[in-house]
């Protein structure tokens, strides 16, 4: 089964530029999703479709995908984006869903 | 977004098995693939497995494979998620999810049933 890596931790000052990878086997042949996650809350997505923001979705929140790596790219971070990243793939060769580790961002 | 509640928390023993259901407000069902994610204390999230419902056709994950069935009552807008045999590791919160069907994405959440095993 498809599998995808994140770093386990991202730390920035704020007002800085936060990236966080999503590694894969070609997975810019794969549809990538972010979520971000805060303490006792389900998911919230982020983005889907590699780069397409949900209606309410800061637009300091963007992603991309290219070769093997998916991007969440969240700009000028504040405290309030302290909270864990996840990306989700879907997987349309056996129709499943992978999520990544996670990676926790601090904002310092 | 749709809103899903989910039932509430459960203890249960080693063996046993648990069901747990996610309604839907003021949707039919038949229009969604209902998915349930878990995250066990401190860990990251895994799918479960996912039901086109309109299709009564399921997928699940390779590790959950015989031990999960999703499934979902139309009529009172309820999908459910049974797991067998269960062990300490399936101790985490539970959550069923809906959004987009192919590719799959995930546009509303469930608060989570938190599902406990132990002796």
């Known amino acids: 089964s498809y599998v995808v890596t994140q770093p386990p931790s991202v730390s920035l000052a704020p007002g800085e530029t936060a990236t966080i990878t999503c590694g894969g086997n070609?997975?810019?042949?794969?549809?990538v999703q972010w979520y971000l996650q805060k303490p006792g809350q389900p998911p919230v997505l982020l983005i889907f479709y590699d780069t397409n923001r949900p209606s309410g979705i800061p637009e300091r929140f963007s992603g991309s995908n290219s070769g093997n790596t998916a991007t969440l790219t969240i700009r000028s971070v504040e405290a309030g984006d302290e909270a864990d990243y996840y990306c989700q793939v879907w997987d349309s060769t056996d129709e499943r869903v992978v999520f990544g580790g996670g990676t926790k961002l601090t904002v310092l | 977004q749709v809103k899903l509640v989910q039932s509430g928390a459960e203890v249960k023993s080693p063996g046993s098995s648990v069901r747990v259901s996610c309604q839907a407000s003021g949707v039919n069902l038949n229009s969604y693939t209902v998915s349930w994610v878990r995250q066990a204390p401190g860990q990251g999230l895994e799918w479960m497995g996912g039901l086109i419902v309109i299709f009564d056709t399921a997928n699940y994950a390779e590790r959950l494979q015989g031990r999960v069935t999703i499934s979902a009552d139309v009529s009172t807008s309820t999908a459910y998620m049974e797991l067998r045999n269960l062990r300490s590791d399936d101790s985490a919160n539970y959550y069923c999810?809906?959004?987009?069907?192919?590719?799959?994405?995930?546009?509303?959440w469930g608060q989570g049933t938190l599902v406990t095993v132990a002796s």
């Open positions: 070609r997975i810019v042949e794969k549809t």
């Open positions: 999810a809906t959004g987009h069907s192919k590719p799959q994405w995930f546009e509303s």
